[in-house]
């Protein structure tokens, strides 16, 4: 299965007090980044393992440690910023690779304007951020990016997906695992999801 929605009761009560309109900046950015934080614990389970040696204070111990180049991280801007820190908290030498999309209004296509990726992608998996999957459209054009530039291992952490962005991803890239707290209902006529969290990246930066 390739979407995975964490019904763990932190995960569901943390998304719960996000859910408040009255929630302050302050409150809102701290609860994105502990929800990822745990997003990424459910996002990481199967990393291969390998053995080695460590002397310990008893003699030589077997130990395990996570095998191989690991993981960039890939903050969608604006609102993928503010996932950042959650990621990081668990994954801490993760290289981060910013990418930069907008819609453009003919074409009602993503754009990339930025794209700074880590050099040894094609070595890593990606963990895509971004808080809301609405259309799909721009996380469609971030995990053709990411191909492209060779990286073949790619999973999305959203704190809500609405089931239009989930087919959507589901139909262009069957093979990347989207780990979310919440599939909500639908997507209004504004594209917004509903009943979701509102404008995100606003709420995360304090612009609304
Ligand atoms: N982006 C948001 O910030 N919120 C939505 O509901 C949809 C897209």
Redesign the pocket.
């Known amino acids: 299965m390739s979407v995975h929605e964490i019904r763990h009761p932190l995960v569901r009560h943390k998304l719960g007090l996000m859910r408040s309109a009255k929630l302050s900046t302050r409150s809102f950015r701290q609860l994105a980044s502990e929800v990822a934080c745990l997003l990424t614990y459910e996002g990481t389970k199967d990393l291969e393992l390998e053995t080695y040696e460590v002397e310990g204070w008893c003699g030589t111990v077997q130990a395990e440690r996570i095998k191989g180049k690991k993981i960039t991280v890939v903050p969608i801007l604006r ?1 993928g910023i503010g996932m950042l820190d959650g990621v990081l908290e668990l994954v801490p030498s993760a290289k981060i690779s910013v990418v930069g999309l907008y819609r453009d209004e003919k074409t009602l296509e993503a754009v990339p304007y930025f794209e700074k990726l880590a050099h040894d992608i094609d070595e890593r998996m990606a963990l895509i951020i971004d ?2 999957l ?1 259309t799909g459209g721009t996380l469609v054009a971030t995990i053709d990016m990411l191909k492209k530039a060779g990286c073949s291992t790619i999973r999305v952490l959203v704190l ?1 997906a ?1 089931p239009e962005g989930i087919a959507k991803v589901q139909q262009a890239h069957p093979d990347v695992e989207i780990f979310t707290a919440s599939i909500d209902e639908r ?1 209004n006529d504004q ?3 509903i009943p ?7 709420k995360i930066f304090g612009t609304r």
């Open positions: 609102a808080p809301m609405a809500v609405a997507l594209g917004y999801i979701g969290l509102g404008d995100a990246g606003d």
